[in-house]
């Protein structure tokens, strides 16, 4: 091979090098950005269910947030966090899941009880997201609890048929905690988002779910 064939090979073998990492490189770019497909002021109704019991010594009551039983909420998009490229599964919680982005009211446009409405829109919030970088937020958090009635913390991700499930749980000795979405791919919303919380103590125990479905 001579001097002039030797250049000509080392400069295809470095383009071809060059432009495969550029490739590699976007497709990972790509993987890692998220965006808004929904808009601030959009309007979407839930289904409100709530179940769930108190127990006081003997004394059986319905659980909290029974008022919201069979109602319907009006949640509108108040505020949507800035999104870029996303490295890091704390940053994704710390500036897009938790953040407050909602408000909310019953759907007849008299106001939720103040001492449910945060809880209503945090856990509504949490579940809204942007679209795009589901593979990446996958990869993030593990599938799934391997022993979810033993004591523990932790996200949960993973893709559902043509939706994505996002979600937290803790359990501890006298109290477990969950909440999750399952989340359209295309807009970013929940079709359901549910929160629950159990909890012991001497003189009471009690649980709730609140399970809200996408209406419109």
């Not at 808004?36 to 659980?63: D, L, R």
């Not at 897009?96 to 982005?101: D, L, Q, S």
């Not at 909440?179 to 009471?204: A, C, M, N, Y």
Request: hydrophobic share 40%.
């Amino acid at each position: 091979m001579d001097h002039r064939t030797r250049i000509l090979t080392a400069v295809i073998l470095t383009f071809v090098v060059t432009f495969s990492i550029g490739f590699v490189t976007e497709n990972i770019r790509e993987s890692m950005t998220f965006l808004w497909t929904i808009e601030e002021g959009q309007e979407f109704v839930f289904a409100v269910i709530v179940t769930g019991i108190t127990i006081t010594n003997s004394s059986v009551s319905p659980p909290p947030f029974i008022e919201m039983n069979n109602t319907y909420i009006s949640v509108e998009i108040l505020s949507l966090p800035n999104v870029t490229i996303i490295f890091y599964a704390d940053t994704f919680l710390e500036n897009i899941v938790e953040p407050v982005k909602t408000r909310s009211r019953f759907s007849n446009g008299t106001d939720i009880p103040a001492e449910f409405r945060f809880t209503i829109n945090r856990h509504i919030s949490r579940c809204i997201l942007p679209v795009g970088g589901w593979g990446h937020l996958d990869f993030f958090f593990p599938n799934q609890i391997d022993r979810p009635s033993s004591v523990h913390e932790s996200y949960i991700s993973r893709f559902q048929g043509d939706s994505f499930y996002f979600g937290y749980s803790v359990n501890e000795t006298y109290e477990a905690r969950e909440w999750h979405g399952i989340i359209d791919l295309e807009t970013g919303v929940p079709h359901i988002t549910s929160f629950l919380l159990f909890r012991k103590s001497q003189s009471q125990s009690f649980w709730y779910n609140v399970t809200m479905s996408l209406v419109t």
